[in-house]
């Protein structure tokens, strides 16, 4: 892949970043056996500002919709496989990124500094989820339901997070990124035509998901 700026990697490059660090230590604190369910909220909560805060300022430190972009790709499997692969799909479209479902997992397009928030947050919920989920008491349509429940939750307020960071930002600057983005996307997945990526709605997909779990199950809560 050339023209764009884009690295193809299991792991975006670079040196380890301060913030990054510090987001991944909050969700860690999130999924402590010891913390209350309030402490959970509030850890999430902060590393939802804290990553959504680090990519607008990423974005307009750039200054230019040319800023390098990453193609990273997740193999899933396991008899959940579905369920980690929509967390990761959804955390990666809550943070900007173009995500798009492949054989064997997901795929990730997007700036480098995003790309990179989005293997912290996904990696570091998804082990959430698997934590909370081995507890769940059900059959596995009951277990799907509690781990859909959590990622609709869970990237809602990422997308909270993200909408107050950027509505502090430039408009101009992060629509003409967005534009590039999705050019870009294009470029890479030409099968994936505009028609059909307008009407698939995965947000509203993982709404309905959370608003179903909430009225049947009534544990909807993160962790």
């Not at 300022?57 to 980690?84: C, H, I, N, P, W």
């Not at 859909?148 to 930002?169: H, I, P």
């Amino acid at each position: 892949m050339t023209g764009f700026g884009i690295t193809d990697e299991n792991t975006p490059k670079g040196p380890a970043n301060g913030i990054i660090a510090r987001i991944r230590a909050l969700l860690a604190k999130a999924a402590d056996d010891a913390a209350t369910d309030a402490e959970r909220d509030a850890f999430t909560a902060k590393a939802a500002d804290l990553s959504a805060k680090y990519g607008v300022d990423m974005a307009v430190a750039g200054g230019s919709a040319d800023d390098d972009m990453t193609l990273k790709e997740y193999e899933v499997d396991g008899d959940f496989a579905r369920q980690a692969a929509e967390l990761i799909y959804y955390v990666a479209q809550a943070l900007g990124c173009r995500p798009i479902i492949i054989l064997g997992g997901v795929a990730v397009l997007g700036y480098t500094a995003d790309v990179q928030r989005c293997d912290t947050l996904a990696t570091c919920l998804g082990l959430q989820m698997n934590h909370g989920a081995v507890r769940v008491d059900g059959p596995d349509a009951v277990v799907s339901g509690w781990m859909q429940g959590f990622t609709a939750m869970a990237c809602k307020r990422l997308r909270e997070a993200e909408a107050r960071a950027r509505s502090l930002a430039d408009p101009d600057l992060l629509a003409k990124r967005a534009a590039h983005l999705d050019e870009v996307f294009g470029e890479e997945f030409p099968h994936i035509s505009n028609e059909k990526r307008r009407n698939f709605n995965w947000a509203a997909y993982g709404q309905g998901a959370n608003a179903a779990r909430t009225a049947d199950i009534g544990q909807a809560r993160m962790g």
